[in-house]
């Protein structure tokens, strides 16, 4: 059983690689990083060490890359995979989007058989979104055929694994947790189950409950971090006051939560109080940078601040933490990170007032536009 997975990096290498091999696939990773590429076909093995106090390793064996620039080489690779995947970034799905297009077609045209594609990234509907990005490629005939055997069904994955800095470009550290939550209503008859995977009848309380909680607070940290010169989400994490704001921020998404999805509120608390300890894991170290990234995408409005942030309004609660969040990111101003660099040019030719309404779509106005507005003002003035 082959799996074709776009994306060898931190998640794909740490968590969806690992899973796959554990299941028994050959798995093939399809990247643009040319080393890393190399290097998997000259080892076709590579270690992950869990970040804890014994540091266990885990080799995995038996994968292989191929270079994702190659159209003809990644559209043959989909054309026999058993399985595909991706953990490339959401903003990236548009661009393996062709190449899948072309392998479906080799597909449908020599016969193969039925083919899940999942979109292992931190957003809403990736997999619906990859499938409307891949259908714009093809005709109405392949489209029709495409819709009996092949599916995309949702996901939701949750693992940290930070920047890594070791000399070995393959080796890889993660936390010990993980989950992997698949739509099981969007997979084909007779699927076959990925081990580890928790297949559930309705995605979206998994996918909101994790990003809404681990991703929001984890952006909390990393942009009131920020703010305070912190480097480490460790570091902003062992700050009383960061973390503070980190629950109370998560205690505003978990009201939310709760109202909508009836989650159960003490095993909410678990679920946040849990998550609160995995940010402060010592065995990692995990740079503001890297979970801030992409301020543009985290202020969108179908992301982790703004979606809660609508939610709690409707619902009559004042997202005062979010607001507050979004206005850090605001501040988050890191130039080897292009959409950090576009949101501050952004806010010195428009001012932070258009630009508010332009990445967020919140209009001048709207009550929670008030509240962005008056912690982006307050924290002119001090830290948080
Ligand atoms: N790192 C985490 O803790 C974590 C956890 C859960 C989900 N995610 C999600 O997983 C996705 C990947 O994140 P990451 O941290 O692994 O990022 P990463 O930058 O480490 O990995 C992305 C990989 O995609 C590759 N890539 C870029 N363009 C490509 C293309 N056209 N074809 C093939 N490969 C391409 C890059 O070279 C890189 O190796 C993101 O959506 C992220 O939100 C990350
Ligand atoms: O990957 P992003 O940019 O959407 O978010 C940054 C981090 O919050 C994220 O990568 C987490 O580490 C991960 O989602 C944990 O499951």
Redesign the pocket.
């Known amino acids: 059983m082959k799996a074709l997975h776009?994306?060898?990096?931190?998640?794909?290498r740490g968590f969806i690689g690992l899973l796959l091999s554990q299941s028994g696939y050959e798995v093939i990773f399809?990247?643009?990083?040319k080393t890393?590429v190399s290097e998997l076909q000259i080892r076709g093995e590579y270690t992950v060490t869990l970040a804890s106090q014994d540091r266990e390793q885990l080799q995995v064996n038996g994968v292989t890359a191929i270079d994702?620039t190659e159209a003809d080489t990644v559209a043959s690779a989909v054309a026999e995979a058993d399985l595909i995947t991706t953990?490339?970034?959401?903003n990236?799905l548009k661009?393996?989007a062709a190449g899948l297009a072309r392998g479906i077609e080799k597909r449908i045209a020599s016969g193969a058989g039925p083919l899940h594609i999942i979109a292992?990234?931190?957003a809403i509907g990736g997999s619906t979104l990859l499938k409307e990005q891949v259908y714009a490629h093809l005709d109405e005939a392949v489209k029709a055929q495409a819709a009996e055997v092949i599916a995309f069904p949702d996901a939701a994955?949750?693992?940290?694994?930070p920047m890594q800095h070791h000399e070995d470009p393959l080796a890889v550290t993660v936390e010990p947790f993980y989950e992997w939550v698949v739509d099981e209503s969007a997979m084909l008859q007779g699927y076959r189950p990925i081990q580890g995977v928790h297949y559930v009848p309705h995605l979206l309380p998994y996918i909101e409950r994790k990003l809404f909680t681990v991703n929001t607070g984890h952006c909390t940290a990393a942009y009131l971090g920020s703010l305070k010169g912190y480097e480490t989400i460790q570091q902003a994490m062992a700050d009383e006051a960061i973390a503070g704001e980190v629950k109370a921020t998560l205690k505003e998404t978990g009201a939310v939560l709760v109202a909508r999805y009836g989650f159960d509120p003490a095993e909410h608390d678990r679920y946040i109080d849990k998550i609160i300890g995995r940010f402060c894991n010592d065995q990692l170290i995990d740079e503001v940078t890297r979970v801030g990234r992409s301020p543009i995408r985290k202020l969108s409005p179908n992301d982790r601040l703004v979606k809660p942030a609508l939610q709690a309004h409707e619902l009559g609660i004042a997202p005062v933490q979010l607001a507050k969040v979004m206005a850090a990111a605001l501040y988050f101003d890191y130039a080897d990170d292009p959409e950090s660099a576009e949101l501050q040019q952004s806010i010195r030719d428009k001012g932070v007032e258009q630009t508010i309404t332009q990445y967020t779509g919140i209009h001048e106005g709207h009550p929670v536009y008030r509240l962005i507005m008056d912690s982006y003002g307050s924290m002119a003035a001090q830290c948080i």
């Open positions: 776009f994306g060898a990096g931190n998640i794909g399809s990247d643009v990083n890393v994702g953990a490339v970034g959401v990236i661009h393996i292992c990234e931190n994955v949750d693992r940290i694994v």
